[in-house]
C-alpha cells in the first residue's frame, strides 16, 4: 500500500505541475504603432483588388514614449472607371497581429494619437464610425473617409499619427520587460492589388535616442543604419507583405510620469518636424548593414508571477500530503477493522 500511495502522489504532483508550468502567451503588447489604411466594408471588395499601391514612403521619429509617424502611398486605379471606397484606421483599439509562430503582437491604438489625413493635398473629413464585424479588434470602431480614384491614374494619399508608445509590456514565460515598443504593420499593405510596386521606410531617433538604445528589431537585419546621425533606413520592391515583414522596434524602458495627452496637443509642432526629415534624402554611403536583436526576448523575471508560481505550488504541496494522510488514515482503519486470522469461526 505504501508503493501504491507513493505512486499516486507523484501522479498527482505532475499533474499539478503540468496545471500552472505554462504561462502567459509571450509576445510583444501594447505597442503603439500603425499601419497603412485598409478597407472597411465587404461591399467595396470589388474595388479593392483593382488598386495597386505602387509607393509607399513610411517616415518615423521615436522619441522618448513616443512615435510620429508620416505615410505617403501613392495609389493607382487599374480599372476604367473611378473607383470610391470607404478606408480608415482604427479607434481606440487593440489589434492583434499573428507573427513569429504563436508569439503575439498586440498593437493599442491610443484615441489620443492625432490622426490627420490628406488625399492629393486636401484634407479629409474624418467621421467616427463601426467596422465591419471581420475586423480583429476588441472595440471595432474607426476613423472612417471616404477616397474616390480616377481610371488608370495615381491618387496620393498621406496620414499623420502620433502613436504613445510608453505602455509596452514583452513578455516570455514569467519574464517580462516594460521599455517602449512601436510597431509598423506593413503586411495590412497586402490587402490592395499585389504586389508593393516599391516602398521605403526610413526612422530617426529623437530625443537623444542612439542606436544603442534599440533593445530589439524584426526583421532583425533589413534596416541599414547609420550611427553617427542615428538613422535608419529599409528599402524594399515588389513586396507582398506577411506578418513577418512587419516592422518591430523595441527600445528604452518606460518612463514612470508620462502624459501622452500633452503630447498629442503638439501634433503641429510634430508633424512639421516629420514633413521635414520625410523630405531629406539619405547618404547611402553612411549606412551599414545591421543586425538587431530578437525584440520578442526578454530578460526581467517577474517577481510577482515567480511568487505566485510558488504560493500556487505550496498550496499544491500542502493539499497532496493532506490527501496522503487521509488515505493512510482511512487504510489504517480498514486494516485495523478486519478479524485476525486464525480466529475466525
Not at 39 to 52: E, H, M, T, V, W
Not at 76 to 102: C, E, F, H, W
Not at 319 to 342: E, H, K, N
Request: proline share 3%; aromatic share 12%.
Amino acid at each position: 500500500m505504501k508503493t501504491r500511495c507513493t505512486f499516486l502522489f507523484c501522479c498527482l504532483m505532475f499533474a499539478s505541475l503540468q496545471g500552472f508550468s505554462n504561462a502567459a502567451q509571450p509576445g510583444i503588447f501594447d505597442a503603439g504603432g500603425t499601419g497603412n489604411f485598409i478597407l472597411i466594408y465587404p461591399g467595396d471588395s470589388n474595388a479593392f483588388r483593382k488598386i495597386q499601391m505602387v509607393d509607399e514612403h513610411i517616415a518615423i521619429q521615436l522619441y522618448r514614449g513616443f512615435a510620429v509617424v508620416r505615410g505617403e502611398y501613392k495609389m493607382y486605379n487599374t480599372a476604367d472607371s473611378i473607383l470610391t471606397i470607404k478606408v480608415g484606421y482604427p479607434v481606440n483599439s487593440m489589434l492583434r497581429a499573428s507573427a513569429q509562430g504563436s508569439t503575439a503582437t498586440d498593437i493599442f491604438f491610443d484615441q489620443l494619437y492625432a490622426l490627420k489625413s490628406y488625399t492629393n493635398g486636401r484634407e479629409n473629413s474624418l467621421i467616427i464610425q463601426e467596422g465591419a464585424p471581420h475586423m480583429s479588434l476588441e472595440d471595432n470602431n474607426w476613423y472612417i473617409w471616404e477616397s474616390s480614384f480616377k481610371p488608370h491614374d495615381t491618387t496620393t494619399l498621406v496620414v499623420y499619427f502620433v502613436v504613445n508608445t510608453n505602455n509596452t509590456v514583452i513578455r516570455e514565460g514569467y519574464t517580462i520587460d516594460k521599455n517602449n515598443g512601436f510597431v509598423y504593420l506593413l503586411e495590412t499593405g497586402a490587402t490592395w492589388k499585389q504586389p508593393i510596386v516599391r516602398g521605403e521606410i526610413k526612422i530617426a531617433l529623437m530625443d537623444n535616442l542612439k542606436i544603442s538604445d534599440i533593445k530589439g528589431a524584426s526583421p532583425c537585419c533589413v534596416l541599414r543604419v547609420n550611427e553617427m546621425n542615428n538613422t535608419m533606413l529599409y528599402r524594399f520592391a515588389d513586396l507582398s507583405p506577411v506578418a513577418e515583414d512587419n516592422i518591430v522596434i523595441v527600445y528604452t524602458p518606460n518612463m514612470e510620469k508620462f502624459d501622452f495627452g500633452y503630447i498629442s496637443q503638439k501634433r503641429q509642432l510634430l508633424f512639421g518636424s516629420i514633413d521635414s526629415f520625410a523630405k531629406q534624402s539619405f547618404d547611402e554611403a553612411g549606412l551599414v548593414q545591421h543586425s538587431f536583436p530578437n525584440p520578442y526576448k526578454v530578460h526581467t523575471v517577474s517577481v510577482k508571477n515567480v511568487a505566485g508560481v510558488f504560493v500556487i505550488l505550496g498550496i499544491t504541496i500542502l493539499a497532496l500530503i493532506i490527501i496522503l494522510l487521509l488515505l493512510r488514515f482511512l487504510f489504517r482503519r480498514i486494516r485495523d477493522g478486519r478479524p485476525s486470522r486464525g480466529t475466525e469461526i
